[in-house]
């Protein structure tokens, strides 16, 4: 199991995944992927896109840049992660540094765990040495995975939505 780069070799998989999120909600990693995807002329394009992203490019106005990788096992796509090089008042309050989902057939297996271990040394490289990560208290999920990768809770935001976010801050080793 390892983190890759967006690459054209995963299109079937990735297309598979894509049909398992039809008949559930979508994460804002999710949200992004499916709207560079709607953008994009075929699989490359799209593939391009994403890896662009670490540039700045093709973001929304506002975003920052960030790389994406994705959790692969022999040529499954099993999730992504996007990994924010910086922290604007809207990330330090709700988004955090790091943002992951892992598809929906592969959940509960220990995928969750391994995605948030293994971008943290990711996020190092990129010169963040504290990762805030945060996740709504309703997704228990997500914040055990974020508690077994050594988060430290810090507080809880309210977001514009009224959705109220758990903030922890990840010292990264
Ligand atoms: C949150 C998410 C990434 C977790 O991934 P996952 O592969 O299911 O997580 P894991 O299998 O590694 O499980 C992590 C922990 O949560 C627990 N868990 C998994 N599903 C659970 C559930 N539905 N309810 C309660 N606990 C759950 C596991 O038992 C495990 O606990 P442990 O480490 O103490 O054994 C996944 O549910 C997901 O992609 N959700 C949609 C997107 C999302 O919410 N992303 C996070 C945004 S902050």
């Known amino acids: 199991m390892k983190l890759v780069l967006p690459g ?6 990735f297309r598979e995944y894509q049909k398992e999120l039809l008949v559930l909600g979508r994460s804002a990693t999710e949200m992004d992927s499916e709207r560079l995807f709607n953008e994009s002329a075929d699989f490359a394009d799209f593939v391009m896109k994403l890896r662009a992203g670490a540039e700045g490019r093709f ?3 506002g975003h920052v840049p960030h790389t994406r990788y994705w959790l692969v096992e022999g040529g499954k796509f099993i999730g992504g992660v996007d990994i924010r090089h910086r922290l604007t008042d809207h990330l330090l309050k709700s988004g955090g540094h790091i ?3 892992i598809r929906p057939s592969e959940r509960g297996k220990g995928y969750g765990n391994k995605i948030l271990e293994l971008a943290l040394p990711k996020a190092k490289e990129l010169g963040i040495m504290s ?3 945060t996740c709504r208290k309703d997704n228990v999920a997500s914040a055990k995975v974020i508690e077994k990768n050594g988060g430290v809770f810090e507080d809880t935001n ?3 939505d009224g959705v109220v976010r758990l903030r922890y801050w990840i010292t990264i080793k």
């Not at 054209?8 to 998989?13: D, G, I, L, P, R």
């Open 8 to 13: 054209v070799e995963y299109e079937q998989s």
């Open 59 to 61: 973001l929304p106005e």
């Open 99 to 101: 943002g992951y989902a």
């Open 131 to 133: 990762a805030l990560v």
């Open 158 to 160: 309210i977001d514009a």
